[in-house]
């Protein structure tokens, strides 16, 4: 069954196919690509290439949250993003992007320049300003499940997860976001311990239900690199391999790094899954 998700005055199908958001990184300390795309004219290009690839959103972000990340200023953050937003928006009016920020500031500064969608790794439970910047310009969120402290290796609890968007969505509805402006994200990699991710995996249909749509980033993340012993640059065909396994379990997008393997993935999966 099909449904749409809107963010400002776009609207995306969910449910005929899988979308992917593209990962773009102007940072110099992301895990697997920091320091690749920070000149605006390599940015630029970078994007042309993921959305002939098969892009359906792209996601910017100025700041990395890796482990052991180092924060940076609100102002930092936009000033890395704020160039790029401006020609991206100029260059491709048509394309959905999204910004990848924690802080409420930068969202609306990005919003305000075009942006479309909001992707907050901590689900609305962090910046108390983030909601109402979200639903008084009518951006698309990503909300993303987040814990601070982690759960210690072998703890995740996926009802208290689940809880965590009940509850989440609902104070996104009292803030003035309708359900169909949003994406729930079980954030692999945040949270919870690396092999914790697997039992995450298995259990992905319990975010089903919520009345939002579920996205997913597994990209190049430890928890891959753990069962192939590969380093980041070289995890994108067991990124493929989850991505193609998620479609099965209801995922509507997944947020990757390389698009052209992904999508290759993605065609299959929905060929045996969608087309049913």
């Not at 998700?5 to 895990?31: H, Q």
């Not at 704020?82 to 919003?111: F, G, H, Y």
């Not at 979200?134 to 969120?141: H, N, T």
Request: glycine fraction near 10%; proline fraction near 4%.
């Amino acid at each position: 069954m099909s449904r749409i998700f809107r963010c400002k005055d776009k609207a995306l199908e969910l449910g005929e196919k899988t979308l992917i958001m593209a990962i773009v990184n102007i940072t110099p300390d992301s895990f697997s690509d920091g320091g690749q795309y920070l000149e605006v004219s390599h940015i630029v290009s970078h994007v042309e290439e993921l959305l002939q690839s098969g892009a359906d959103i792209i996601d910017i972000g100025g700041e990395s949250t890796r482990p052991g990340y180092r924060v940076v200023s609100a102002e930092e953050e936009w000033d890395r993003l704020m160039n790029p937003i401006l020609a991206l928006r100029s260059t491709w009016p048509e394309i959905c992007l999204s910004v990848d920020t924690q802080k409420a500031w930068v969202a609306e500064q990005a919003v305000k320049a075009g942006v479309d969608i909001v992707n907050d790794i901590w689900g609305l439970s962090k910046d108390a300003n983030m909601a109402r910047i979200v639903a008084e310009y009518g951006s698309g969120l990503v909300m993303m499940f987040n814990r601070d402290p982690s759960w210690d290796p072998g703890q995740v609890n996926l009802r208290e997860m689940t809880d965590f968007f009940v509850g989440q969505l609902r104070g996104a509805k009292d803030a003035g976001i309708a359900d169909d402006h949003i994406l729930v994200d079980p954030g692999l990699g945040f949270g919870y311990g690396v092999q914790d991710n697997w039992r995450v995996l298995r259990h992905l249909e319990e975010f089903q239900g919520l009345g939002a749509g579920i996205l997913l980033g597994p990209s190049r993340k430890r928890f891959l690199g753990q069962v192939t012993r590969k380093p980041p640059e070289q995890r994108d065909v067991a990124t493929a391999a989850v991505c193609a396994l998620a479609v099965a379990k209801g995922v509507d997008v997944l947020r990757v790094h390389n698009v052209e393997t992904a999508s290759d993935a993605l065609q299959v999966a929905d060929e045996w899954y969608r087309h049913a």
